[in-house]
């Protein structure tokens, strides 16, 4: 894997997400490598892409992983798309950490794979 899913732009945390919306449950699937070799945080969430549920839903994940709260978490880029960058303001140390735990977490899975 070519970095990490994330990038700090502007003293904002940006997270590379690939969305697979209509999944049997909501939850972090992993790292997902674009055809770019581009690393994303691969999210599913179990709603369809409409009126922005699926957007809403990922927010809700990646703000329960990262224990920031919904408001903190923006859609960045991507509003439509499947990838997408989800932008957290400062403060966002404790959430870098946890972001580093969850992909360590997944780096260490294919490792043993």
């Known amino acids: 894997m070519r970095g ?18 209509n999944a049997r449950k909501n939850g972090i699937g992993g790292i997902y490598t674009g055809a770019d070799g581009a690393p994303a945080l691969g999210l599913y969430v179990s709603v369809p892409p409409e009126k922005g549920k699926a957007n809403k ?43 580093e735990d969850i992909v360590r977490k997944y780096e260490d899975k294919d490792a043993e794979q």
């Open 57 to 99: 839903a990922a927010i809700a994940i990646l703000s329960k992983a990262l224990k920031v709260p919904k408001s903190a978490i923006s859609v960045a880029i991507g509003e439509t798309s499947r990838t997408k960058v989800f932008k957290i303001p400062p403060p966002f140390e404790h959430a870098l950490e946890r972001l």
């Open 4 to 21: 990490k899913p994330w990038e700090i732009v502007k003293e904002h945390l940006m997270v590379h997400v690939r969305l697979t919306p």
